[in-house]
Nanobody, 121 residues
């Protein structure tokens, strides 16, 4: 009943920018924390950025100062603005939401399908 749909991935040159979006839809009661993860080939999936329901944010050291996570609660959407992109940012990026549905009693984690981000040198 709850889905996360991502958009905005693609190919960009080093130094460029990209904006990822993730819209939650369905029978949503509330959205708690949201986050972006990424996974490069041969590597573990890592937490890139997170944002609490109150707007507090955290970032992995590798992206601090370059990436910004934000949310629009009216649209049930989380964004990841990526600036000064580097080839090492190349990965599949996944949206994650801690969401309580209208018929649920506790929140659960939902995942987007993943979107490929490729940064060329």
């Amino acid at each position: 009943q709850v889905q996360l749909v991502e958009s905005g991935g693609g190919l960009v040159q080093a130094g460029g920018s990209l904006r990822l979006s993730c819209a939650a839809s369905g029978s949503i009661y509330s959205i708690n924390a949201m986050a972006w993860y990424r996974q490069a080939p041969g590597k573990q999936r890592e937490l890139v950025a997170s944002i609490t329901s109150g707007g507090g944010t955290n970032y992995v050291d590798a992206v601090k100062g370059r990436f910004t996570i934000s949310r629009d609660n009216a649209k049930n959407t989380v964004y990841l603005q990526m600036n000064s992109l580097k080839p090492e940012d190349t990965a599949v990026y996944y949206c994650n939401g801690d969401i309580t549905s209208l018929s649920g009693y506790y929140p659960r984690r939902y995942w987007g399908q993943g979107t490929q981000v490729t940064v060329s040198s």
